[in-house]
């Protein structure tokens, strides 16, 4: 679903990507851990077509994201690109002046042509998917971060996206509201929704990826399945992230393992 090859990204002089490979299935969840700077948020925006790269391919499907902005034909492509990606950032960037129906309307009405009637069945469906049914009416201002967060994934999920990013969605969460959102990822990780998350929650990680890709110094260092990168790490920058990294209460021992559940 998802093939990221030999991705390369510059700032200036700094090589903020180097060469960067990895492929993520239809289905399945690749989560992304690595320190602050290590190009986690860098890597989702060259996937969705919102930050231009120097070298390397990225594709989705069939779908060749164009490495930079220079005409018609790749406006084009990541018009396509766009359609089938989704994106949930660390902000979570709602229409102020709009309700919470209101921000999950409008990209299904502008962009895939929609009537209203068809979008607010939609939206409300989703918002209720998110445990947000009875908040259709509330201004962001008058919503939890939590809240907002999942008013966002829904706004996301809206345009039915194949694969869903994520970055750093709890970053700005404290632990209550952390882990609510967690819990709508999890599910939708059992529902079979395909996603590239980067997160500090190392639970949600373990129950919820299909495989984990560490990053450090802009190229990703060791990958595998959950259990073996965070019980059994084989590079010593894994180890030494881990011994530092701080684990999430959101999901406490003995949660569920949403993997036995995906489809």
């Known amino acids: 679903m998802l093939s990221i090859s030999g991705l390369v ?35 989702l925006r060259c996937v969705n077509g919102l930050e231009p790269f120097d070298g390397g391919d990225i594709r989705i499907g069939g779908d060749r994201v164009p490495p930079r902005r220079d005409g018609r034909e790749s406006e084009r492509a990541l018009d396509a690109i766009r359609r089938r ?14 309700t919470a129906l209101g921000n999950v309307i409008e990209a ?11 979008a607010v069945d939609r939206a409300r469906a989703l918002l209720e ?13 008058h919503l939890s971060g939590g809240e907002q967060q999942r008013v966002a994934i829904a706004r996301a999920l809206a345009m039915r996206p194949e694969v869903m990013l994520f970055d750093e969605p709890t970053s700005a969460l404290d632990p209550r509201m952390t ?11 059992a529902e079979g929704q395909t996603m590239l998350v980067s997160t500090h929650a190392l639970s949600f990680a373990r129950r919820a990826a299909s495989e984990i890709h560490v990053m450090c110094d802009g190229t990703i260092v ?3 399945p959950p259990g073996r990168v965070l019980d059994e790490p084989s590079d010593p920058r894994t180890r030494d992230l881990l011994q530092n990294f701080p684990g999430s209460p959101a999901y406490p021992p003995g949660g569920m393992d949403v993997r036995r559940n995906r489809r």
């Open 108 to 118: 299904p009405m502008a962009v895939l042509g929609l009537t209203r009637d068809e």
């Open 179 to 189: 882990a609510e959102v967690l819990s709508v990822m999890a599910d939708l990780a």
């Open 222 to 224: 060791e990958s595998g």
């Open 9 to 43: 990204k510059r700032h200036g002089d700094r090589e903020v990507l180097r060469g960067v490979s990895l492929d993520l299935e239809r289905g399945r969840v690749g989560v992304i851990l690595g320190p602050s700077g290590a190009g986690k948020s860098t890597l």
């Open 129 to 141: 998917r998110v445990g947000l049914g009875g908040r259709l009416d509330a201004m962001p201002a």
């Open 85 to 98: 990606v989704g994106m949930v950032f660390q902000g979570f960037h709602l229409f102020q002046h709009r």
